[in-house]
């Protein structure tokens, strides 16, 4: 069965960072690109970054370049998130998914998520 | 306020045909494909429709996807008391990121 489980969240003050982590079975993990996606409460979905299977290429929402990098370990079936300056708006669940990511131009991508996992909580206040 | 525009509910009774529109531009629908989500209450999103209109295994044929120039549509024929959820379409735009639409609620009524 294909799996993803989140872990690391955590309540955090504005500024601080925190690392999120999420192991994948099932699957061949390295055919796939990975991302997160995240929900504040009572929001929408909000795309926040994707790796590819090799971890050669990375993609971040603007909302979050420059303060998170995303990363993967394929000897550990694992993708992390680190997170920096964390703001009051990061506040949300946040889900691990697997992406489909198919290239359609030098500048043009098409990016869809297959496999969710159930998230994990992130809660910046001070 | 999302790029991609979609109502923010819509409501039907049991059997009937519903359809969740998704309004976007020439930097994102109008050049690519188009994915759909379902989440219900409480639970992570699914992918529902990809490439405008295929269906992952597992997915009911009750469920289909269109595409016409800058908008999508997700059909709902055959409506269900367990389609009650929210719905959002998703794809990427030449500001080089995935963008979601707002979301749609349904309710079965």
């Known amino acids: 069965e294909v799996q993803l489980l989140e872990a690391g969240g955590g309540f955090v003050q504005p500024g601080g960072s925190l690392r999120l982590s999420c192991a994948a079975s099932g699957f061949t993990y390295t055919n796939f690109a990975m991302g997160w996606v995240r929900q504040a409460p009572r929001k929408g979905l909000e795309w926040i970054s994707a790796i590819s299977g090799n971890g050669v290429n990375t993609h971040y929402a603007d909302s979050v370049r420059g303060r998170f990098t995303i990363s993967r370990d394929n000897s550990k079936n694992t993708v992390s998130l680190q997170m920096h300056s964390l703001r009051g708006d990061d506040t949300a669940l946040y889900y691990c998914?697997?992406?489909?990511?198919?290239?359609?131009?030098?500048?043009?991508?098409?990016?869809?998520?297959?496999?969710w996992g159930k998230g994990t909580t992130v809660t910046v206040s001070s | 306020q999302s790029v991609l525009t979609q109502p923010p509910s819509v409501s039907a009774t049991p059997g009937q045909k519903v359809t969740i529109s998704c309004s976007g531009g020439s930097s994102n629908i109008g050049n690519n494909f188009v994915s759909w989500y379902q989440q219900l209450p409480g639970t992570a999103p699914k992918l529902l429709i990809y490439d405008n209109n295929k269906r992952p295994s597992g997915i009911p044929d009750r469920f289909s996807g269109s595409k016409s120039g800058t908008s999508a549509t997700l059909a709902i024929t055959g409506l269900q008391t367990e389609d009650e959820a929210d719905y959002y379409c998703?794809?990427?735009?030449?500001?080089?990121?995935?963008?979601f639409g707002g979301g749609t609620k349904l309710t079965v009524l």
């Open positions: 998914a697997r992406t489909l990511i198919r290239q359609l131009s030098p500048t043009s991508y098409y990016f869809y998520m297959d496999v």
């Open positions: 998703g794809t990427w735009d030449t500001s080089l990121s995935v963008l």
